[in-house]
């Protein structure tokens, strides 16, 4: 694992050390091959911190012999890079979710026409929402882990970015479907 300071630290320096330790930049898209910085929508919250108001935006990029996760908040900037053989496994779980959706709701006739639950979701109304629960993706090293909030991406997405990288046998998922609650007459 190596930890680069990105506030203090060069662009050169940053590539070479992710040649170094990671390899090359996998493409998984147009937008994120022109950002270079992979999937976002993550948050990461530092048990170390004290204060947990300022939250991390965090992102995940691949590469070819390993994994880079970006957090940024108002007061820090650093990028984490882990070769795969440092990656233990990688767990992407959630809660279930309890819904009641209306018959003819936006997220009912998305379901109808065949859409995911996942791609639905963001359909459903307030009214609609019993309990709701973020997925969290969990990266195990050997004598750490990291817990990364799924708030702003859907599951699908990363899941696919990282078969994409190789991880494959390294991933292990548990994203039950929701309870769909009957409204009461």
Not at 1 to 24: F, K, N, P, Q, Y
Not at 64 to 86: K, V
Not at 101 to 113: G, H, I
Not at 158 to 183: C, D, F, R, V, W
Request: charged share 20%; glycine share 6%.
């Amino acid at each position: 694992m190596r930890t680069i300071d990105l506030t203090t630290t060069s662009a050169a320096t940053v590539r070479r050390a992710v040649a170094e330790t990671c390899g090359h930049t996998l493409p998984h898209g147009f937008l994120a091959q022109w950002l270079g910085k992979g999937i976002g929508g993550l948050t990461f919250t530092d048990p170390a911190d004290t204060n947990s108001e300022h939250p991390y935006k965090a992102n995940m990029a691949f590469f070819t012999a390993g994994m880079g996760i970006y957090f940024r908040n108002r007061f820090a900037n650093r990028l984490i890079l882990l070769h795969s053989d440092e990656v233990r496994n990688i767990e992407v779980t959630r809660q279930q979710e309890v819904i009641c959706p209306f018959p003819f709701s936006v997220y009912s006739l998305l379901r109808k026409s065949g859409m995911t639950h996942d791609k639905a979701a963001p359909y459903l109304m307030p009214k609609e929402i019993i309990s709701h629960h973020d997925s969290v993706c969990t990266v195990f090293i050997p004598e750490s882990f990291i817990t990364l909030h799924m708030t702003e991406t859907q599951p699908q997405k990363l899941l696919k970015a990282m078969h994409l990288a190789g991880l494959s046998e390294k991933i292990k998922t548990n994203l039950p479907s929701p309870k769909i609650q009957l409204p009461v007459s």
